[in-house]
Nanobody
Framework: QLQLVESGGGLVQPGGSLRLSCAAS????????IRWFRQAPGKEREGVSC????????NYADSVQGRFTIARDNTKNTVYLQMNSLKPEDTAVYYC?????????????????????WGQGTQVTVSS
């Protein structure tokens, strides 16, 4: 079965850290741009970060710049989102999505591009 599976969400106190994983099964991620999105209750989906298929390019939303880091490990067929210094406003369901674009060194944060695969989402709650 071709799918993306997110994991690593949970409840964390403000200032804490979490690492989200986006693992692919049934296909390899190295030909795909991977984007992380999040959606909080009552709000529109927001692009958080992306990494190019080559891994050489990354991009971050202003709201997470300097706190979040995206990385890919093609040997594990997984993309990670390390989230540090978490704030209550980071609370949301986080989704990863894969957009097939081989040999691409750049990525842009956009949700209008049709993605080939989406994960089911993982809840992140930042609260004391």
């Amino acid at each position: 079965q071709l799918q993306l599976v997110e994991s690593g969400g949970g409840l964390v106190q403000p200032g804490g850290s979490l690492r989200l994983s986006c693992a692919a099964s049934g296909f390899t991620l190295d030909n795909y741009i991977i984007r992380w999105f999040r959606q909080a209750p009552g709000k529109e989906r927001e692009g958080v970060s992306c990494i190019s298929s080559s891994g050489r390019g990354t991009n971050y939303a202003d709201s997470v710049q300097g706190r979040f880091t995206i990385a890919r490990d093609n040997t594990k067929n997984t993309v990670y989102l390390q989230m540090n210094s978490l704030k209550p406003e980071d609370t949301a369901v986080y989704y990863c999505a894969a957009h097939r674009y081989p040999n691409q060194d750049l990525c842009v944060l956009t949700s209008w591009i049709p993605h080939d695969y989406w994960g089911q989402g993982t809840q992140v709650t930042v609260s004391s």
